[in-house]
């Protein structure tokens, strides 16, 4: 009888690397493809660009395959118990990746049953991170950069956001990498913050910034990126405006929209009391996200709901009870604010709403409750962290600290240990030359 043989892919972009490895393990045997889900892709921090079932029919239609079937889970551990298979194939590279732990799994389980994994070289020229960082510097189409944000919801632990208030931020948002503990990190996307895009306009947080201005610099932040947006609408005006501005947004990619359950004048959250804020009624705002959800002409569009009960002092369970009428008014996520340092708050909404609602997406933007991991914000059930306006509060004192100095040595001289270096920056974006 053929052996058999296991190799787990998740197979998105085929190339040279996949056949390969496929073609070595069919000369063990018969080959079966254990084809990682979108969740069990998403364990790995990877988000598929084709869905599970166009994935499988390229794999069950290559002449080294013999079945293909689904891998839930990152980890092997429940397809090779099943098949018991005589050998697993897999390119040397995961190694030294977050894939590391299940390679030790894979060797474990083997040992019981005296089967084997075979390990091939991997050819550091061809790889899927490689092809997909080609394909990002070929750009994005609006509608696959509008629709990633629901995709990465659906197949992440957490998605991490950060603020970008221009071009040049956004590029940081899009190319900043970290490794650690095996995993490579990344932001998932970009937050329009209205604080951060008014005050980089040199104006205060009050809506004065009008919508086209704001679509001006979405508009030259997509120029130069990929990952998908979500926007800070404030309160999203009238109703009757409201129509407007979800149409404009779908109609150039943004993701979804954010707004804020206050009415009149609308000033910072991070102020609560101490500036006059109203909260706007539970009526009125369902009957805006209404209106905002007829406008939509996308289903992959968002319109997310932030309650600011806990930011105005109204208590926790005007909280819960606005949450609730705004899913039944049809939002796709509540975002739940606080200008408290300690999170308790946060953390007592979250698992109220969840002890209720399994399903709706929830926001978190810890400017203030900032001791709280990523991770941490995973474990409590909430589905998108965003971190609102760090890149603009970077750069602001650097910039300061530099003007300062030429004024007061008369000379730049002085100044340049804080700054970046000529040649650094005539390097910083490819085509200068
Ligand atoms: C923003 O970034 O503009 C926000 C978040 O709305 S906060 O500043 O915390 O209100
Ligand atoms: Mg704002």
């Known amino acids: 009888m053929a052996k058999k043989v296991y190799v787990s892919l998740i197979a998105d972009l085929l190339h040279a690397g996949h056949i390969n490895v496929l073609k070595k393990a069919s000369e063990l045997g018969e080959v079966v493809v254990g084809l990682l889900t979108e969740d069990a892709a998403g364990e790995l921090n990877d988000v598929p660009y084709l869905d599970f079932n166009n994935r499988k029919i ?253 930011i105005l002092e109204a208590g926790m369970d005007d909280a819960l009870v606005r949450a609730f009428a705004y899913v039944e008014a049809g939002v796709d996520g509540i975002m739940i604010h606080s200008r408290l340092k300690d999170p308790s708050e946060i953390i007592e909404f979250v698992q109220k709403f969840r002890e209720q609602n399994k399903s709706i997406p929830i926001v978190v933007v810890p400017t203030s409750f900032n001791s709280v991991t990523t991770d941490e914000f995973a474990k409590m059930g909430v589905n998108i962290v965003i971190y609102a306006n760090h890149m603009l509060r970077a750069a602001y004192p650097g910039m300061m600290q530099v003007a300062k100095s030429i004024l007061k040595n008369k000379r730049s001289l002085e100044a340049e240990p804080n700054c970046m270096k000529i040649k650094d920056i005539l390097e910083l974006i490819p085509g200068t030359k």
């Open 58 to 310: 390229v794999l069950e239609n290559l002449s080294f395959v013999s079945e293909v079937i689904a891998q839930n889970e990152a980890s092997y551990k429940k397809n090779l118990e099943l098949l018991k298979p005589d050998f697993v194939v897999h390119g040397d590279d995961w190694i030294n990746t977050n894939q590391a732990k299940y390679r030790d799994e894979v060797i474990q389980i083997l040992s019981s049953f005296d089967a084997k994994l075979i390990e091939v070289a991997y050819d550091e020229d061809i790889n899927s991170l490689k092809i997909k960082e080609e394909m990002t510097k070929l750009g994005i189409t609006t509608h696959a950069r509008q629709a990633r944000l629901r995709k990465l919801i659906k197949s992440q632990k957490i998605v991490k956001i950060l603020e970008a208030h221009n071009a040049l931020s956004g590029l940081i948002v899009e190319n900043a990498k970290e490794t650690k503990d095996g995993e490579q990190l990344c932001f998932d996307g970009m937050w329009s913050s209205s604080l951060t895009d008014s005050t980089s306009k040199g104006k205060p947080d009050i809506e004065a910034v009008d919508t086209t201005a704001r679509l001006t610099t979405i508009n030259e932040i997509f120029e130069v990126t990929t990952k998908p947006l979500i926007y800070d609408a404030d309160t999203g005006g009238k109703a009757e405006h409201f129509e407007f501005t979800v149409r404009s947004l779908e109609r150039i990619g943004v993701s979804a929209v954010i707004i804020e359950d206050k009415t009149g004048l609308k000033k910072n959250s991070l102020f609560g009391n101490d500036v006059e804020q109203t909260q706007d009624t539970v009526e009125n705002f369902s009957h805006k996200i209404k209106v905002g959800k007829q406008a939509q002409i996308t289903s992959d569009f968002m319109i997310i709901a932030r309650i600011e009960s806990l």
